[in-house]
Structure formats: structure tokens, C-alpha cells
């Protein structure tokens, strides 16, 4: 049976009938009607909307009070919220990358072609998914000067391979090699293995989520959520929210503290969190545990 037609007819409107639209809707705008502008301009209606649900009761009219700062306040916190995760992933990032090939490239039984051999991965599966990400990098600059130079064996050493492959596919990467070769590497940070192999899962969806600009302060990433480790269980959250920022947080703070116990991410980020809008929460219903925060997190020696 064919489906009916459901037209969408909405037409497109400019920033200022936006505005217009807003406050039909029963947001405040005294006083900042410029800055609204430019953020509708410059932002954009719809990217904006998702900040402004929370501010909205069921029929999508603002709660009393609600002004455009609000909106941008959420907006501004949710930013700084990701670049701050994202300047922890790019170095944890690089410590894998370095960790697989250290590991493993000086490793007597494996060397510097080693994924070349399917013994060390824990399926035939695993190493031919692998084999056909390498051959799709082959434009990628560290491989170019391989092949540009070098006929034989076939592919580049691993160190060349790791350079160019994304966050994501060194997961894929990490996960698909033999259980010996996960234990070797997670030794490098501390962890279990498959604490460090649910750990970088969980981070490569953040990182997406971060460099596509998605919502992050109140989203709740439910798909490869990290798993817990015993050592620190109590920093993170209660398990009904292992889906929350917090719970990600509490993995790249870890892992910075194994890569260089010098670091400074965890006053980043505490910075970050002390910004979070509270006044404009409460006018949206919301508490800070919608992040998952650990009540009292800030103090904990963990974090300091």
C-alpha cells in the first residue's frame, strides 16, 4: 500500500522573523535584540534550537523568565564543553598510536610489518578488515613517501599505518589484535585490557560527537558507554549513568595522568565545569547530575 504524502511546507525565514517567532513564543529579548541577530545570523535558527528545547515547556512555549542569553549560555557551555574533551582525545589519541607501535614494532615476535601476519589478530576477520583499511590510506602523506620509495614488503611499517589512520580506526585496530598483543599495550597505561579496549570505544564516539559539533551537556551516549574500572570505580558515576559526559571525563582524565601525570587537563576541565550555567539550568529544570557528575568530583584527589 503506498504511504500517504506527508508535505514538508514550512517556508524559510530570515534572523529577524526568527526573532519575531521567538518571542511569539514567549521569549525575553529586552536589551539583547542585536545579539540575538547575530547569533541567528551567524549560529543559525536551527542549530541553536536544540539548546532551546530544555528552555521550553511541552508545547514549546519558553518557561517564564527565559531570556536569548540563556539559550547562548548553554550554547557557549556545551562549545567549551567539547574542545576541552577534545584536546584531552587528541593527545590520548597519539599515546595509542605510539603505545601499538612501541609495543609491538620492537616486539622480537611481531616487528614493524608484523599486522602483515594474521596470527596476530584475534580472527581472519579482524586482520582482513584491517589489510583493507591499510590499502584505503595509501594516499595519505606518511604512506605516500613509503610507496613512493619502497616496493618491498607491499605495505608501510606499522608506525607509518598508525599516522595516518583516524581515532576510529585504531579502535577497530586495538580491538581486532590477539588478546597478548591488547595485555602488552594496555600495560603501557595501566589498565586491563579490556578496561583500555572499552576505554578507547567510548572515546572515539565522544570524539565524533565533539568534531561534528553535536550536543554534548546533557546527552546521554548509551552506545559504547566505558566500562568501569575497578581501581577508580568510585570516580565515576552510578552505572544508570555510564551513558553521561562525566563518565567519558572521568576515562580521559585517567588516561592523561598514565600519558604524563604532569598534565594539566584536569584544571582545564575543571575550569570548563565551573562556567556551567546553574541559573539558566534551573529555568530548564535541569541539575548538574545530568552530566553525570559525582557530587563533590572537584575536590577528589583524583581529580587534583
Same mark, same amino acid.
Given at each position: 500500500?503506498?504511504?500517504?504524502?506527508?508535505?514538508?511546507?514550512?517556508?524559510?525565514?530570515?534572523?529577524?522573523?526568527?526573532?519575531?517567532?521567538?518571542?511569539?513564543?514567549?521569549?525575553?529579548?529586552?536589551?539583547?535584540?542585536?545579539?540575538?541577530?547575530?547569533?541567528?545570523?551567524?549560529?543559525?535558527?536551527?542549530?541553536?534550537?536544540?539548546?532551546?528545547?530544555?528552555?521550553?515547556?511541552?508545547?514549546?512555549?519558553?518557561?517564564?523568565?527565559?531570556?536569548?542569553?540563556?539559550?547562548?549560555?548553554?550554547?557557549?557551555?556545551?562549545?567549551?564543553?567539547?574542545?576541552?574533551?577534545?584536546?584531552?582525545?587528541?593527545?590520548?589519541?597519539?599515546?595509542?598510536?605510539?603505545?601499538?607501535?612501541?609495543?609491538?614494532?620492537?616486539?622480537?615476535?611481531?616487528?614493524?610489518? /608484523?599486522?602483515? %601476519?594474521?596470527?596476530?589478530?584475534? @580472527?581472519?576477520?579482524?586482520?582482513?578488515?584491517? !589489510? +583493507? $583499511?591499510?590499502?584505503?590510506?595509501?594516499?595519505?602523506?606518511?604512506?605516500?613517501?613509503?610507496?613512493?620509495?619502497?616496493?618491498?614488503?607491499?605495505?608501510?611499517?606499522?608506525?607509518?599505518?598508525?599516522?595516518?589512520?583516524?581515532?576510529?580506526?585504531?579502535?577497530?585496530?586495538?580491538?581486532?589484535?590477539?588478546?597478548?598483543?591488547?595485555?602488552?599495550?594496555?600495560?603501557? /597505561?595501566?589498565? %586491563?585490557?579490556?578496561?583500555?579496549? @572499552?576505554?578507547?570505544?567510548?572515546?572515539?564516539? !565522544? +570524539? $565524533?560527537?565533539?568534531?561534528?559539533?553535536?550536543?554534548?551537556?546533557?546527552?546521554?551516549?548509551?552506545?559504547?558507554?566505558?566500562?568501569?574500572?575497578?581501581?577508580?570505580?568510585?570516580?565515576?558515576?552510578?552505572?544508570?549513568?555510564?551513558?553521561?559526559?562525566?563518565?567519558?571525563?572521568?576515562?580521559?582524565?585517567?588516561?592523561?595522568?598514565?600519558?604524563?601525570?604532569?598534565?594539566?587537563?584536569? %584544571?582545564?576541565?575543571?575550569?570548563?565545569?565551573?562556567?556551567?550555567?546553574?541559573?539558566?539550568?534551573?529555568?530548564?529544570?535541569?541539575?548538574?547530575?545530568?552530566?553525570?557528575?559525582?557530587?563533590?568530583?572537584?575536590?577528589?584527589?583524583?581529580?587534583?
Amino acid at each position: 500500500m503506498p504511504l500517504t504524502p506527508v508535505v514538508y511546507a514550512k517556508p524559510a525565514k530570515t534572523p529577524k522573523a526568527l526573532l519575531k517567532h521567538l518571542r511569539a513564543k514567549g521569549l525575553t529579548t529586552r536589551g539583547q535584540s542585536a545579539l540575538a541577530l547575530q547569533a541567528l545570523t551567524y549560529i543559525g535558527y536551527y542549530r541553536l534550537l536544540i539548546y532551546m528545547r530544555p528552555l521550553q515547556d511541552a508545547a514549546k512555549q519558553f518557561h517564564p523568565g527565559v531570556r536569548f542569553d540563556d539559550i547562548l549560555a548553554l550554547y557557549n557551555f556545551d562549545r567549551e564543553l567539547r574542545l576541552v574533551c577534545l584536546d584531552a582525545i587528541e593527545r590520548i589519541e597519539v599515546a595509542f598510536r605510539a603505545a601499538i607501535a612501541n609495543t609491538l614494532a620492537n616486539d622480537r615476535t611481531c616487528g614493524p610489518h /608484523f599486522y602483515l %601476519d594474521a596470527i596476530h589478530f584475534e @580472527s581472519g576477520d579482524d586482520h582482513r578488515n584491517f !589489510l +583493507r $583499511n591499510v590499502v584505503g590510506l595509501r594516499e595519505n602523506l606518511p604512506m605516500k613517501h613509503y610507496y613512493s620509495t619502497y616496493n618491498t614488503p607491499s605495505l608501510p611499517p606499522i608506525w607509518a599505518v598508525l599516522e595516518a589512520m583516524s581515532i576510529g580506526q585504531l579502535s577497530k585496530l586495538l580491538a581486532g589484535l590477539h588478546l597478548d598483543h591488547r595485555k602488552s599495550i594496555a600495560a603501557c /597505561f595501566g589498565y %586491563d585490557e579490556s578496561v583500555i579496549t @572499552s576505554w578507547l570505544k567510548s572515546l572515539t564516539l !565522544l +570524539r $565524533n560527537l565533539c568534531a561534528h559539533h553535536s550536543r554534548l551537556w546533557n546527552t546521554s551516549i548509551t552506545s559504547n558507554a566505558p566500562k568501569y574500572a575497578n581501581a577508580i570505580q568510585a570516580e565515576f558515576p552510578p552505572q544508570v549513568d555510564r551513558g553521561r559526559v562525566f563518565s567519558r571525563a572521568v576515562v580521559a582524565q585517567a588516561l592523561m595522568h598514565a600519558i604524563d601525570p604532569s598534565s594539566n587537563w584536569n %584544571d582545564k576541565f575543571k575550569q570548563v565545569m565551573a562556567t556551567l550555567p546553574l541559573a539558566t539550568m534551573a529555568k530548564a529544570g535541569c541539575v548538574p547530575s545530568v552530566l553525570g557528575l559525582v557530587q563533590g568530583w572537584e575536590g577528589r584527589p583524583f581529580w587534583n
